[in-house]
Every structure is written in structure tokens, then in C-alpha cells.
């Protein structure tokens, strides 16, 4: 469970630090890039513990989480000059955290007794809602309703890993399955430029 | 009983419609068309629900819902060519959950031994909060706040619940008489172009 | 306390106001704007009630809150051609607001067992949440997140609350230097124009 932790720290780093660079690139000042940040790495999975019932969420009863987000956001806004080159690099990050987020949420969930699609929607949630937020502040239509596989790469990690919670897997194994699910899909979308149809 | 929860999925598939609707004409993907259809039908609810502390919300306690809007938001997807033929029927099946939605929320509210004001709000957002979220994800200021007496068929059929709940008229008399109100003058609304007066 | 109950009227009624006027500014119904209004003086509280899991939160249990809100957008509806002259006193009542907004929701987590941050996070929550809301239904990046030290006035008051509160100092005495700090840092950045590094 340590090395599920560590992974959720290093998405949160990574979620935290694309909040704050979209903070930047909208010229907010350094509150609304802290804001951004922070929200962007711990927003799905409050939204997720809001629905579940499990409040204080786990941002509040662990504040790790916060901190770390606060100390990439910060980061970014220091060197929001340098920051260009680290786009690339942040997206591997990215995919790694979204994985562990995708993988936590839907655990979660099965432990709180939810039904096969609510787990995969407590899953993607918690991957993809901060983005939502995030984008709702800076006054955009959220990314992911547009574009990108992004939000399929969660749905098929989390409804692998419910229907493997079926099953004489052990859950450490259907979780890693599951999460290297996200994280392939997310990095082949990527680089092959993969979407949804469009209307 | 049974007759309240048919219509209520149905006002579920007609909300879960309308908001697909509008993910079509932004140009999502599939992705955002689904949880734009899934949001605006089950959005209200939810945020009553959380508000109320009855965790997880009926949505993920009873799944049904979300099948049926995700169903609901396929078809227009799939049909989105032919779809503006249905827009005016469909309006009727809307007024008819707007109907059904607010009796719910108002009931529920009087049930968790809210006040009247408090009962008349989470009647009139079960019935319009889906909606709002839908136009902030859609990038919009949300129609209800800025014309149509859409709210007012709601707050009207909300109060007429929590007073006729302080008198002798039974129940289900009384649901009927607040939900026929809701639709009625939603429909006349739309029929004679009704408005709130504006700054 | 009842300073205090008085102060947090004051303050909802001020913050109603200014969201109310946003509303008639952005051509809003009378519908639209008795909701920016109640959303923006209730909004914070909300969230944070939720975040603690304190529900139903602090304006469905004491529906005072929400009259006040709804009779002070309701004023600023009905007077919105003479509204103009106020927006300067409106300004300082709601400087006293959030002073007070920031102490409540800071002293409540507290109260609730949060860890520091967490505790200046709600009360920072408390004062400013419901103007984000507000901007994200006017369909505006949230001022907040752009310009103006606001929020850095409530992240003092509340560390300094939160600080204090280690202390042997009394509860009140904390209190009123908390919500004097937030009052007097804001006031003085309406009257040198302070602003925060921008990106």
C-alpha cells in the first residue's frame, strides 16, 4: 500500500502542477494559481468522498495531499518562465497519476458497496473531475467533454478493475492491471492521437 | 408509489435528453455528450441528496437512473441528425419531469423535517440544478437565470406542496395537485411566451 | 454570540448584494438574481458544512439566513437604477462580512478537529466561495482568482485565528482580532489598490 500511496503523492504533484500551469496561462494571480492547483489534484477525489459519505474527505484528514499540491503549484508560478520545456514530461506524470487515481476511486467505491457502474463512475470521477473544475474556473468548456480518450482510458481501467474485484484476483494485482490499463491507453492516445467520435 | 417512479424515469430520459442535446450542439464528443445527458438528469437530485446528508445520492443507490440517462444521451448521439424533429415533443416530457422532480425533492426535504422555505429550495433545485450544472459545463450563463418562468412553475408547485402538507389532504392528492401545477404552468408558459420581468 | 449571529446577518445581507447586482449587471431575471444573491452569501458556509459533513448545512437549519439574502437581493432588484451610489458603502459591510465569514468558518473546523490548513482553508472557504460560485454562474473566471489581495485577507485572519488558538488567548478575544485583521487588510487594499504577483 506504500508504493500505491507514493504513486497517488506523485499524481497529485502532477495533477497539481497542470491546474497551476492553466492558472498561468490564464494570467490569474498567484492565489487563483495555488486555487487551480489544488483543486485540479484533490477536487475528484473530494467530489468522490462527498457522494460516498466519507467526510472530512481524505484531502482533509491527510493534508499531505494538500500540501504537496500547494508546493507544485508554487512551483510552477516560480518558474512559470522555464515551465514550457516540462510540459512534455508532465504528461507521463500525468497518465501515472490519473492511473492511481482511477484505481483508488474505483476501490473505494466497491468497499463502500456500490454497483458495478457506480464504481466505474466513482473511478472516473476521481481521474477526471478536478480537470472539470479546474477548466469551469478558468472559464472553458471542460477538455475533456471535447476531446481525447482521456476520460475512456479511466472508464476502461475502472470497469476492468470492478469485474476483476469479481474474480479470485487478488486486488493488488487487478489494481496494477487496471491502473497499467489507464496509463497505456492515456500514453497511446497521446501519442497517436486518438478521440471520440464528435458531434 | 409505482406511478411517481415510472415518472420519474421518464422526466429522467427527457432531462438526460435535453442536456445531451445541448452537449451536441457545442460539438462534444461522445464522452461529453453522456455525462452532459447524465448530469442534467440526475444532477438536482444529487445535490439535494448531498445537502441533505442522505449519502450516496438515489442516483447510486438505485442505478436505474443513470442506465436510463446514459441511454437516453446514446440515442440522441447516435440519431443527432434527426434529432431537432423531436425538440417539441420534448418539451412536453420535460414539463412533465420538471413536474415529477419537484414534488420528489420537496417531499423529501419535508421528510428530513426541513423548514418551508428550506423544502420549497431543494424542490425547486431537484428540478432545475441538473440543468444549471449542464450550462456550466457548456460554458454558458444558464437559461434559468436569465429568462423563462421555468423556477417560477417550480417554486409555485413546491410552496402549494409544503402548505397543502400542513393541512388534512392526503398525500398523494397533494403530489398530484403540486405536479399538475409545475406542468401546467410550465406548458402554458411555453405556449404564451411567459417571461420574469428583467434588469 | 450574539455579536457575532448579529455580524454574520449583516455580512449575508452584504454579500447578497453584491450578487445580486452582478446578476442585474449581467442582465439576469428577478429569478436569476435572488439566486446569485442567496449563492453568494450562502455558498461558502455550504461548501464548508459539506466538507465537515455537517448537514443539513448552517442556511437550511436556520433559514434566517436565506430570507435575509432573499429580501437584500430583492432590494437591490427593486432599486437597481439607484443601486450605483451604494456600490462604496456596499464595499465596507462586505469587508465586515467577510471578516466575520472567515472567523466563523476557521473557528467551525477547528471545532470539527482539521489540522491547520484545513482549518484556514474552510475559513477562506467560508469568505469566498460563494463569490466564485457566483462569478462561475455569471459565466466569469472568478475575480478572485485574478486580481485583488481579498483572499489574502481571509488566509491571515484565519492562520492567525488558527495560531491563536494554540494559545491561551480566549476564544473571543482570538476571534475579534481575526475579524478585525481580515477587515482592516482588506480595506486598506481597496484603499492603496494592493494587488498579488500576477503571471
Known amino acids: ?29 498567484l492565489f487563483g494559481v495555488l486555487v487551480l492547483g489544488v483543486v485540479t489534484a484533490v477536487g475528484g477525489g473530494t467530489l468522490r468522498d462527498l457522494l460516498l459519505g466519507d467526510v472530512p474527505p481524505f484531502c ?9 499540491a500547494l508546493a507544485a503549484a ?5 518558474r512559470r518562465e522555464a515551465f514550457k520545456a516540462f510540459e512534455r514530461p508532465l504528461l507521463y506524470l ?7 487515481f482511477v ?11 456500490l454497483g458495478l457502474l457506480g464504481a466505474v463512475l466513482m473511478g472516473v470521477m476521481t481521474g477526471t473531475a478536478g480537470g472539470v473544475v479546474r477548466d469551469v474556473l478558468a472559464n472553458q468548456v471542460p ?24 474474480t479470485a ?18 500514453l497511446l492516445a497521446i501519442r497517436f492521437d486518438w478521440s471520440l467520435p464528435r458531434s
Not at 500500500?1 to 490564464?26: E, P, Q
Not at 508554487?74 to 516560480?78: M, Y
Not at 484505481?103 to 458497496?113: E, M, P, R, S, Y
Not at 494485482?173 to 497505456?184: D, E, G, H, S, W
Open 1 to 29: 500500500m506504500n508504493m500505491l500511496y507514493l504513486l497517488d503523492l506523485i499524481g497529485t504533484a502532477a495533477f497539481a502542477a497542470s491546474g497551476a500551469w492553466m492558472g498561468v496561462r490564464r494570467h490569474m494571480d
Open 60 to 68: 482533509l484528514q491527510d493534508e499531505a495531499y494538500i500540501y504537496i
Open 74 to 78: 508554487l512551483v510552477v508560478f516560480a
Open 94 to 100: 500525468d497518465a501515472i497519476g490519473l492511473g492511481t
Open 103 to 113: 484505481v483508488i476511486g474505483t476501490t473505494k467505491a466497491l468497499d463502500f458497496h
Open 143 to 166: 477538455l475533456i467533454l471535447r476531446r481525447e480518450i482521456y476520460a475512456s482510458a479511466c472508464i476502461a481501467g475502472g470497469l476492468l478493475l470492478a469485474l476483476l474485484n469479481e
Open 169 to 186: 484476483v487478488p486486488r493488488p494485482v487487478a489494481a496494477l492491471i487496471a491502473a497499467a490499463t489507464v496509463i497505456v491507453i492515456r
